[in-house]
């Protein structure tokens, strides 16, 4: 691709705002008040200098060196990379400043070239500009991007992210430049096609440090770029018009100042309480239950996909069901006065992929899925079964604390003799990170899950099954018959990064350089692969027998 610069203008950054509208973001007007208000005459400076440091996204770049991608990256035309396959760094920024808005558009030098899979993956990003202001701002680039059938798909200034400038620490630098970092970035409609679609909108990106210098002196204090206008106090405001000051406001005559004070309110009188509130709580054993989750879309497509040609098998009572698997016949306790919940499941889904010589490179088991609620917050834990795509070993792990729960507050009243959770979201561990190699932070987000259990053998599961009848429940799964249980399969790819690669040695996946080989693969923009880590002690969790 050219690394030709085009003109630059700040009608750039109009262009660039009205794209991002498509996807729910804007380049807002960053000026308070009406264009009346603003100075007759706000200078524009000129940007001489400067830098762009951003690595796009640290997994998609770890997963590129690893064994399974066999990749490679390249920069091009004055553009750096970090020892250790870290940041990239944009120079020699050129472009405006604009005093009276707060919107600067820089075009930096540089460009930074993606290879994977022996070319299947190749990925090309060149001509990189940042139009920002005190409110959003975006990375626009050129970018030359292959999907997977082959195609190539080539465009010119198109969005790739949109930074939420309000977030920025603002500084300078030792040569007066004004400096903005940790910027967070999100992939935006284009971005994900520049991906080939394994990245979905709105997906987190890394963070940017953008610095800037100017051919002018610094600015006035009240121009200074490094101080955030929508924080300055609003000059048109007259303080003797503070409401808190307005001596007809007596908190001691006024009954609106002091809601106690309010004579149809009666202070000794509660609100009437409702029928939940009134309801004895019901405790006891768990008789029967189900457990629907995906573990993680872009990880589910990945294995299916195109690039790991695999397959996901349920079996011991799971299947697959809708976007997702169940696991079913539950056991445990409900306790209402402690207000907790213990669950486990049977079932068990196992994924694999980049089939070698009849052997799986890939071999992922997830098994006897448990839930550790207390109050809003729990735990989903997981026996977990790794192969180790070097040696081949195969590393299990007991009981593994995979995420954090978010419960919302009185959930785990029962109605009917069922307990039923819907949506409630899942993040990703300390030890469920390390499980999949570091590729994944904690906290990020895994699928949502839902939870249904019985402590009725006489109650009606969501799904039309009863309580005690060790129901499997689910849609029936897809594909062929394999080791005893149901098979997914299947070449459509969606987007997202996830990881994978099966790690030994006590531990996990591992992809990357300088990191043991593992288990976890996932689509990251072509797919981020999980990598390294010791995963270590499992989460204490509760006996789960009545």
């Known amino acids: 691709m050219a690394a030709t610069r085009r003109p630059i203008a700040l009608a750039a950054a109009v262009a660039t705002a009205a794209a991002l509208g498509a996807t729910g973001f804007a380049l807002p007007a960053l000026a308070a008040g009406s264009p009346a208000a603003r100075p007759a005459a706000a200078p524009k400076l000129e940007i001489v200098d400067g830098t762009l440091d951003w690595g796009v996204k640290e997994s998609f770049r770890k997963y590129l060196v690893s064994p399974i991608a066999q990749g490679k990256i390249t920069v091009t035309d004055g553009a750096r990379q970090a020892d250790g396959n870290g940041v990239f760094t944009f120079t020699g920024a050129k472009g405006s400043y604009d005093v009276g808005t707060h919107e600067s558009l820089a075009a930096f030098e540089g460009g930074v070239r993606f290879e994977g899979h022996h070319g299947v993956l190749d990925v090309r990003l060149s001509d990189i500009k940042v139009a920002s202001g005190t409110g959003t701002g975006a990375i626009t680039a050129d970018f030359t991007s292959k999907k997977t059938d082959g195609t190539v798909v080539t465009k010119d200034d198109a969005p790739i992210a949109v930074l939420d400038m309000t977030a920025a620490e603002r500084g300078r630098g030792a040569g007066g430049e004004t400096v903005l970092t940790g910027i967070p970035a999100k992939l ?6 520049a991906f080939a679609g394994f990245y979905q909108e709105g997906a987190e990106l890394d963070p940017a440090t953008l610095s800037l210098r100017t051919a002018a002196p610094s600015p006035s204090p ?9 924080k300055d106090p609003d000059p048109t405001k007259d303080p003797s018009k503070d409401p808190s000051t307005d001596p007809s406001k007596d908190p001691s005559t006024d009954p609106s100042a002091d809601p106690s004070a309010d004579p149809t309110k009666d202070p000794g009188g509660d609100p009437t309480p409702t029928a939940a509130q009134t ?8 008789v029967d239950g189900t457990l629907d989750w995906g573990v993680r879309q872009q990880f589910r497509d990945y294995v299916v ?3 790991a040609h695999g397959k996901i098998v349920t079996s011991d009572g799971a299947s697959a069901d809708g976007d997702g698997y169940r696991f079913t016949r539950a056991t445990g306790l409900l306790d209402a006065d402690k207000n907790t919940l213990d669950a486990a499941f049977k079932g068990k ?3 694999l992929g980049h089939e070698t010589e009849g052997e799986y490179v890939l071999d992922l088991s997830l098994s006897n899925l448990k839930v550790d609620i207390e109050g809003t917050s729990g735990t989903l834990l997981a026996d977990v079964s790794s192969k180790d795509q070097k040696s081949g070993k195969v590393s299990e792990f007991t009981a593994l604390s995979l995420a ?3 419960v919302p507050a009185g959930a785990l009243a029962a109605k009917g003799g069922i307990v039923n959770l819907r ?15 570091g590729f994944y932070q904690k906290g990020e987000a895994l699928d949502a899950l839902n939870v249904a259990v019985s402590l009725d053998k006489d109650a009606r599961l969501p799904g039309g099954s009863t309580g005690g009848s060790g129901s499997t429940g689910g849609a029936g799964s897809t594909g062929g018959s394999t080791a005893g249980g149901s098979t997914t399969g299947g070449s459509t790819v969606g987007g997202g990064s996830t990881g994978g690669s099966v790690g030994g040695s006590g531990s996990l996946a591992a992809t990357g350089s300088g990191l043991p080989a593992g288990a976890l693969i996932a689509a990251s923009g072509v797919v981020v692969a999980a990598g390294a880590g010791v995963v270590i002690a499992a989460r204490r969790h509760r006996d789960t027998t009545a």
Do not use: H, M, Y
Request: glycine letters at 10%.
């Open 188 to 193: 935006t409609a284009e971005g994900s096609e």
């Open 222 to 230: 009240s121009d200074d770029p490094t101080k955030d206008p929508t």
């Open 279 to 286: 309801a004895a709580p019901v405790s006891g054993p768990v």
């Open 305 to 307: 996909g195109p690039i």
């Open 349 to 351: 889904v196992r994924f």
């Open 404 to 406: 954090d729960l978010k």
């Open 423 to 437: 949506d409630v979201p899942a993040t990703l561990t300390t030890d469920g990170a390390k499980a999949f190699g």
